[in-house]
């Protein structure tokens, strides 16, 4: 089966610019998840969907972080306005309700200059 | 609310010398543990789990972990040390006790692996 695909894999931008990513789980998978890996860290859970609802947002800087699972397929995880403090890499991961095992894409590295 | 210390950012050992990664959890609740690799520019990939069952887990690529209730531990470990070994490792602890964070990671700092010829 096709695994977790994120894109854009690379971005750079300057900070107070907005930014974009996207997520296409794996087919059947319903849950859905963002998390944010800063260098040197373990990666920290941004947000989680089931099907097109939030389970948790709590970590997530509302301020200036947005998520959508619209049709409870693919996300976007936006950005705006970045600061030097997001530079990190973005994961995607998916499971489904049956299984206990998460699923991550390769990941966007973002670099905010 | 639960919690992972993986002892040591940085492990270095011969080809062929036993792999010793140390993880400890807090949890309130019965936990689900689990050891991540990533290599360089990828994603993370699982390498074994433990979910209740027996408390030794093998994994993939001759990992294997044992889950230690009263030491709170679930350290990683290989006999053998290969060089396609080398990358950083994260433990993890999730919760499966219903609630909102149902399946929720929380991941330690991770261990940046070594290999030497």
């Known amino acids: 089966e096709a695994g977790v695909a994120q894109s854009p894999r690379y971005k750079i931008i300057e900070k107070r610019q907005s930014v974009a990513f996207w997520c296409n789980p794996i087919?059947?998978?319903?849950?859905l998840y963002w998390y944010q890996q800063i260098l040197g860290q373990g990666p920290k859970l941004l947000i989680q969907?089931?099907?097109?609802?939030?389970?948790?947002d709590s970590q997530l800087p509302k301020d200036r972080f947005s998520a959508e699972r619209l049709k409870g397929v693919d996300s976007t995880l936006k950005i705006q306005p970045a600061k030097l403090e997001d530079s990190a890499v973005y994961l995607c991961?998916?499971?489904?309700?049956?299984?206990?095992?998460?699923?991550f894409g390769a990941g966007t590295r973002l670099s905010v200059l | 609310a639960q919690s992972v210390t993986q002892l040591g950012s940085h492990v270095s050992v011969s080809e062929g010398a036993l792999v010793l990664l140390r993880c400890n959890y807090s949890?309130?609740?019965?936990?689900?543990l689990f050891w991540y690799v990533q290599y360089p520019n990828q994603g993370l990939q699982l390498l074994l789990k433990?979910?209740?069952?027996?408390?030794l887990v093998k994994g993939i690529n001759g990992f294997e972990a044992e889950f230690k209730k009263s030491e709170t531990s679930f350290h990683l470990t290989k006999p053998s040390a290969h060089m396609s070994d080398a990358a950083e490792y994260f433990c993890?602890?999730?919760?499966?006790?219903?609630?909102?964070?149902?399946?929720?990671?929380?991941f330690g700092q991770g261990t940046i692996l070594t290999v030497h010829p």
């Open positions: 993890a602890v999730s919760v499966h006790a219903g609630g909102t964070s149902y399946g929720k990671l929380t």
């Open positions: 991961a998916s499971r489904t309700i049956r299984r206990d095992i998460q699923y």
């Open positions: 969907f089931q099907n097109n609802g939030v389970v948790d």
């Open positions: 949890s309130s609740v019965p936990p689900y």
């Open positions: 087919s059947g998978h319903a849950t």
């Open positions: 433990y979910t209740s069952a027996a408390t």
